[in-house]
């Protein structure tokens, strides 16, 4: 049995529910079961269920829910069986709210009056199966359908789990964790869930927000003081809700921290002041990976603790998810973890773990199905787990309400079109109020689905990436379990994926006809390689070896070929991402290969990458070499090393500082257009300097000390 809230509860319209009873087919004078009816009020019929169990001293106890009124299992009092008739109240709610009626012969039913302060209605209830051992039954057959779905779509493994209610009633493995070994999937087998982590994120915040600690509506800068966006009117009025909305104004720009393991969680906070945004603060949702980031980093700076040590505190121990862990690397350890695998030319083939905790607070997190239904659980019954209230109840249903549109419109009738919660997608599935988020990360693909109305709930992980089957599963379990007349979800798929291989293969063989023949590199090789960066991208490599270019960028290496012009093509490497990415380098005025442009955010023009100047130039002991005087048409010029850079002094002027450049100058940063260089003999010492200015160089010999 349990305790419900029933603060919303005044009216009898508004309140009313009836107690859910499991049929006895021995048992017919016996009110043990579940019930389910109506009450037939003014202008509507108020739909309500009823359970009614037995104690060992033969006193009856019983709840009630209505589902209209989002009432679940208020408790009922002052139950009695008298020969047929049937007395049952509603405790604690004003007006004292009775039911009277008589139990029919057969005992499928009761009908009589509900009473509630002088008014009375008639209601009817019937003798039903329980809605879990329904959902149950409605899954029987289920196995074949998910074996079908492994097959057609040539996915490896699949694990799944459903609950209803407070109980998990199906949780089973199918296929390969691991093919190579021929270890079966399990219902314990780790998986990573990707993107669905994004929930555990916010369902942390949610629980700051129920202490207290945290306001889904004031500035993140109240909490993070120096945060700071591209645009100065969004990072002055970004919020909490915000960040986890994907409402930010700014694109995914998911390649600035993919794979990178250098960064710290602050610095990729910080790199977001030099991310472009392509839209105004909540002027359009935009799906970003790094607001998430931001999001679990605000609850590191609130808690004080890790974003891994506030997860586990605030949702994993509670919920008694034990395995369940932040890093690939982790499931490794395990005995029961899969092997992630993709699909190439029509083969399965296994692909390493992307380890992802660097963006954890978006998509690192690894469980299993059994583990995951306790998370689903949490979710279906108003926050709480075993009797712990683990969450406020108004907070996780303001997760679970629309606060951004998406904009985007289902290819299937279906399905509407989506808004986004609070780390979750919100639509309707056939008529039915779906909340649900999908994870995909290299050689795993994830759904966790709910119809909170229903009380049911979806989690589907499988070890191939980017398979739409896990979706599929979940579509195909609940038209079983709402009865809903079913759809050949995998069929239409299984024909989907022939014809988009088939386009694929088509458009493979028509890319060499945007390559413009004849045409070669401005340049020698050697002169384009060299350190690249961005001030929110990062550092880019290019390197030459054995006369081939290639690049390394947030520790991928990729190789190089010529493509046309100064337009190079990146060839496939052991990690696929940047394969057929064409970048650009562009030349300076100088004649110096001073960018590389790269497509790395799709919605915006190339990311700019500016050519490092020599390391050297940043070097005190180098530049030491260069500190003296130099003779310029009888007035002296003096270099000086002040603070690890030099200086530029000539009499009746300022001090110039000089800047590193390319081809070892340097510019005066006060007057850019004028630059500097300094000239060595055969033996290395400098001899002369050398003012670059539009009109002329101009040499200075340099004065023996």
């Known amino acids: 049995m349990k305790k419900a809230s029933n603060n919303f509860i005044v009216f009898l319209w508004i309140v009313l529910m009836i107690i859910p009873i499991s049929l006895m087919s021995d048992e017919v004078q016996s009110l043990k079961g579940h019930w389910e009816g109506i009450i037939d009020i003014p202008a509507m019929k108020l739909d309500i269920?009823?359970?009614?169990?037995?104690?060992?001293?033969?006193?009856?106890?019983?709840?009630?829910?209505?589902?209209?009124?989002?009432?679940?299992?208020?408790?009922?009092?002052?139950?009695?069986?008298?020969?047929?008739?049937?007395?049952?109240?509603?405790?604690?709610?004003?007006?004292?709210?009775?039911?009277?009626?008589?139990?029919?012969?057969?005992?499928?039913?009761i009908a009589g009056d509900f009473s509630q302060e002088g008014k009375t209605f008639p209601f009817i209830l019937n003798r039903e199966a329980s809605p879990i051992a329904k959902a149950r039954e409605a899954l029987a057959s289920f196995d074949d359908i998910v074996n079908k779905g492994l097959k057609g779509l040539n996915v490896p493994g699949l694990a799944m789990a459903v609950v209803k209610d407070d109980e998990v009633i199906y949780a089973k493995g199918f296929g390969y964790r691991n093919m190579d070994k021929k270890l079966a999937m399990t219902a314990d087998s780790l998986l990573a869930i990707g993107s669905a982590?994004?929930?555990?994120?916010?369902?942390?915040?949610?629980?700051?927000?129920?202490?207290?600690?945290?306001?889904?509506?004031?500035?993140?800068?109240?909490?993070?003081?120096?945060f700071r966006l591209y645009d100065p009117f969004a990072s002055e009025r970004l919020t909490p809700r915000d960040l986890v909305t994907h409402r930010s104004g700014l694109p995914r720009h998911d390649l600035s921290w993919y794979n990178n393991?250098?960064?710290?969680?602050?610095?990729?906070?910080?790199?977001?002041?030099?991310?472009?945004?392509?839209?105004?603060?909540?002027?359009?949702?935009?799906?970003?990976?790094?607001?998430?980031?931001?999001?679990?980093?605000?609850?590191?700076?609130?808690?004080?603790?890790?974003?891994?040590?506030?997860?586990?505190?605030?949702?994993?121990?509670?919920?008694?998810?034990?395995?369940?862990?932040?890093?690939v690397e982790d499931?490794?350890?395990?005995?029961?973890?899969?092997?992630?695998?993709?699909?190439?030319?029509?083969?399965?083939?296994?692909?390493?773990?992307?380890?992802?905790?660097?963006?954890?607070?978006?998509?690192?997190?690894?469980?299993?199905?059994?583990?995951?239904?306790?998370?689903?659980?949490?979710?279906?019954?108003?926050?709480?787990?075993?009797?712990?209230?683990?969450?406020?109840?108004?907070?996780?249903?303001?997760m679970h309400?629309?606060?951004?549109?998406?904009?985007?419109?289902?290819?299937?009738?279906?399905?509407?079109?989506?808004?986004?919660?609070?780390?979750?997608?919100?639509?309707?599935?056939?008529?039915?109020?779906?909340?649900?988020?999908?994870?995909?990360?290299?050689?795993?693909?994830?759904?966790?689905?709910?119809?909170?109305?229903?009380?049911?709930?979806?989690?589907?992980?499988?070890?191939?990436?980017?398979?739409?089957?896990?979706?599929?599963?979940?579509?195909?379990?609940?038209?079983?379990?709402?009865?809903?007349?079913?759809?050949?979800?995998?069929?239409?798929?299984?024909?989907?994926?022939?014809?988009?291989?088939?386009?694929?293969?088509?458009?493979?063989?028509?890319?060499?006809?945007?390559?413009?023949?004849?045409?070669?590199?401005?340049?020698?090789?050697?002169?384009?390689?060299g350190d690249y960066a961005n001030s929110g991208y990062g550092d880019l490599k290019v390197f030459l070896k054995n006369g081939k270019l290639s690049f390394t960028y947030n520790g991928i290496t990729t190789p190089f070929e010529h493509w046309h012009y100064e337009t190079f093509n990146s060839k496939r490497a052991d990690d696929p991402t940047f394969t057929d990415m064409k970048l650009t380098f562009r030349t300076d005025v100088n004649g110096y290969v001073a960018i590389l442009e790269a497509p790395f955010e799709p919605t915006l023009e190339a990311i700019i990458f500016k050519k490092k100047p020599d390391a050297r130039l940043f070097d005190p002991a180098y530049l030491q070499q260069f500190?003296?005087?130099?003779?310029?048409?009888?007035?002296?010029?003096?270099?000086?090393?002040?603070?690890?850079?030099?200086?530029?002094?000539?009499?009746?002027?300022?001090?110039?500082?000089?800047?590193?450049?390319?081809?070892?100058?340097?510019?005066l940063k006060q007057y850019k257009i004028v630059s500097l260089r300094f000239k060595s003999d055969d033996k290395g010492q400098v001899t002369a300097l050398e003012l670059i200015q539009p009109n002329g160089i101009y040499e200075a010999k340099r004065i023996k000390e």
């Open 627 to 667: 500190v003296g005087k130099y003779i310029l048409v009888e007035q002296t010029l003096t270099i000086n090393l002040k603070g690890g850079s030099l200086t530029l002094y000539i009499p009746g002027q300022r001090e110039y500082d000089l800047v590193p450049g390319l081809g070892d100058e340097f510019t």
């Open 197 to 226: 982590s994004k929930a555990f994120t916010t369902f942390a915040m949610g629980i700051l927000v129920d202490e207290g600690k945290l306001n889904w509506d004031k500035p993140v800068r109240n909490y993070i003081p120096w």
């Open 331 to 398: 499931s490794q350890k395990d005995m029961d973890f899969a092997i992630p695998y993709r699909e190439r030319d029509g083969k399965i083939e296994q692909i390493p773990f992307r380890n992802i905790t660097n963006i954890g607070p978006a998509g690192s997190i690894n469980s299993s199905v059994n583990e995951m239904s306790h998370w689903l659980l949490v979710h279906l019954n108003q926050g709480k787990f075993k009797d712990e209230q683990i969450i406020g109840a108004q907070t996780l249903e303001d």
């Open 261 to 327: 393991f250098k960064a710290s969680r602050k610095e990729f906070v910080m790199r977001l002041a030099h991310l472009k945004p392509t839209a105004d603060l909540r002027e359009k949702f935009q799906y970003n990976n790094l607001m998430l980031l931001t999001a679990g980093y605000l609850v590191e700076v609130i808690t004080d603790k890790k974003w891994e040590t506030a997860i586990r505190s605030y949702v994993f121990e509670p919920l008694g998810m034990k395995r369940t862990n932040f890093s």
């Open 401 to 529: 309400l629309a606060h951004m549109p998406t904009g985007s419109t289902p290819a299937i009738a279906e399905v509407t079109p989506a808004d986004y919660g609070l780390g979750w997608f919100v639509d309707t599935y056939r008529g039915h109020r779906r909340v649900h988020h999908g994870g995909n990360i290299d050689g795993f693909s994830a759904m966790v689905s709910m119809l909170p109305q229903e009380g049911v709930g979806f989690v589907a992980l499988a070890n191939k990436n980017s398979t739409p089957l896990p979706e599929l599963l979940v579509r195909l379990a609940t038209d079983l379990i709402l009865d809903i007349e079913p759809k050949d979800w995998i069929g239409e798929a299984v024909d989907r994926k022939a014809k988009g291989e088939k386009a694929d293969k088509e458009a493979e063989k028509k890319k060499q006809t945007r390559r413009i023949s004849g045409t070669k590199p401005a340049h020698k090789l050697e002169e384009y390689a």
């Open 49 to 109: 269920n009823i359970d009614f169990s037995q104690k060992e001293d033969g006193s009856w106890e019983g709840d009630i829910s209505i589902p209209a009124q989002k009432a679940k299992d208020l408790p009922l009092g002052n139950i009695s069986l008298a020969g047929k008739e049937v007395t049952f109240e509603i405790t604690g709610i004003p007006g004292n709210p009775t039911f009277k009626g008589t139990l029919s012969d057969d005992g499928s039913e």
